[in-house]
């Protein structure tokens, strides 16, 4: 049998939220490692425990009560152990397929939405408050607005380095390469290296590198942590000290997200800014150059586009 460092080099992304890497992780790699030889256990069944867990978990937070959403935290932080267990068992076992992904990324937005729909309607219910359902809006909205900007600065990243590399090869500054085979290079995904300027340098260049190194995203507040801020973190306050600490927990992680959203819109700006500036240097055309504009858009990214991929371009 495999050792818990091999599981973990062989299963664990090259870096994910602090959450996953702090919390998760360490139990996921040992759960991995103890049911992956165990063939009959598949990642698309393990999606599906998930799953129905998740509906489950959303079953408890209609409630409103205090013990259920207690139940109801605890319940989807088990089904999001799962969904991270399931990845690792394709990747250890070479198990994993194209509808697998399209399983998982389906039944995690499913989950995600069903339980922050029965959370917010269960406290509506017990308390007669609209505030509940106006926050659990703004709390989706919030979800999708950073599913979007992420998709979309992904795209860009890659729109902007296949760009810069053009106009060198054209310049004659360097030789073509294929733009798969580039996306590959260690720290040739982070959109700091093409913001520039001292941007990843200073105390933030010094965190930012420790962070990476114990392959935390420096994005310390975006998706997974939303997620667990308002499905686990948020109930189990509402658990303690009743459903307004709920909104509180909730309030705050919507807060620091939409700082560190900013915080990637304005490295998106200095990198468009960068890479502008250095097709004129060596002589782009300028063609190239204004399409860089954000007035020019780019074409949508697949929606099938993997989280992990689109993780690795967030600062």
Partial sequence: MLTVAEVKARTCK????????????????????LVAPLRWITPNRVTLVAFALGLLAAACFAQGSRGWLLAGAVLYHVSFLLDCIDGKIARLNGTGSIFGV????????????????????????????VLYLMVGGGALILQLFHYVNSQEIFQINGEMRT??????????LEP??????????PGNRSIVELAGGGVGGGLFGRVRAWLRRSRIRPHLVGGIEFQMAMLVVAPLAGAVAGPGAVLAVIVTAAALMIFFELAQIYLVYR???SVTRQIAT????TRNT???????????????TSEEEVDRTRT
Avoid: M, N, Q
């Avoid at 399983?103 to 007669?128: K, N, P, Q, S």
């Avoid at 760009?163 to 004659?172: F, I, W």
């Avoid at 204004?290 to 099938?304: E, Q």
């Fill in 271 to 273: 990198a468009a800014s």
């Fill in 163 to 172: 760009r810069l590399a053009d106009a060198r090869t054209a310049a004659g």
């Fill in 282 to 285: 060596i002589g782009g055309s």
């Fill in 176 to 185: 073509a390469v294929d733009a798969a085979e580039a996306a590959k290079r």
């Fill in 102 to 129: 399209w399983l998982d990324y389906i039944f995690d937005h499913i989950r995600i939405i069903a339980c922050a729909v029965a959370l917010f309607a269960g406290l509506y219910a017990a308390t007669d408050d």
């Fill in 14 to 33: 090259e870096r994910d939220s602090w959450w996953t890497v702090l919390l998760v992780d360490p139990i996921a790699v040992r759960l991995t490692r």
């Fill in 290 to 304: 204004d399409a860089l504009a954000f007035t020019a858009g780019f074409p949508a990214i697949h929606p099938r």
